[in-house]
């Protein structure tokens, strides 16, 4: 008898868009907001599953939001972490109310807790959570012409977060005069980007065609990266 929980059942349940846009989760939130889905017997956060299925487990690893946005399962939005990011970074982005980790739940209730799946034991695996004042010199020095690379390699994160920052997709309270937009078709294909497209075209369910349009590359770009990557 065929599973219900396959890749494909989930993500017809994820309102999937443009590859820049959030694909939110259309059904049951929990109250931060996070989707829930149960796959397998086991309860997920359904971003952390749809990370899951391109990556595979994280594991003792959170999966984090570049986008800031709970219910969003857009691959290429987000990224692995650690408790101490996640619970950093929702408490910095203002999630929780009133910026207050005193808020939280303690013991068994807490989070992470009452979801085993996204707690994370061990130490942090060196993904900086950056300040303001971080975010500021961040912008000044991209606005001067640094690249996203070296000022990720600079300040310890992943690029995709300093892309978000100087799109303001992130951090857009952060007073941002001049910063360069950055270019129309400047799409730069990384490890997620090119694992999202592989995982949707393998479970058959879109077109190269389609997989262009929601990705904003052409389909020979499409096309050469499945081939590109088909030969193991
Ligand atoms: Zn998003």
Known sequence: MPSRHTP?????????????????????????????????????????????????DPGTNCVCHHC?????????????????????????????????????PEG??????????????????GQHVLTEDEVRAVLQ????????????EAYGVVKGTIQFIVSGQTWQHVPRE???????????YDATTIAALRTMFAMGSVTQVELARRFRISTSQVNR????????
């Open 68 to 104: 800031d946005n709970p219910p969003c399962c857009n691959p290429a939005h987000l990224f692995r972490g650690t408790h101490t990011d996640n619970m950093q970074d929702s408490t910095r982005k203002g999630r929780h109310p009133r910026n207050a980790t005193s808020y939280l």
């Open 8 to 56: 494909t059942t989930f993500w017809a349940r994820v309102d999937q868009r443009g590859i820049d846009e959030c694909w939110l989760w259309r059904l049951a939130r929990d109250e931060y907001g996070y989707g829930r889905v149960r796959y397998h017997q086991r309860e997920w956060h359904a971003h952390r599953l749809a990370w899951a299925l391109v990556h595979g």
């Open 141 to 152: 020095r991209y606005v001067a012409g640094e690249s996203a690379y070296r000022l990720a």
């Open 178 to 188: 001049d910063a360069r937009v950055p270019r129309a078709g400047a799409t730069r």
């Open 108 to 125: 068994a209730a807490h989070h992470f807790n009452a979801q085993p799946e996204t707690r994370l034991c061990g130490e942090r695996n």
């Open 225 to 232: 990266i499945l081939r590109g990557r088909s030969r193991r």
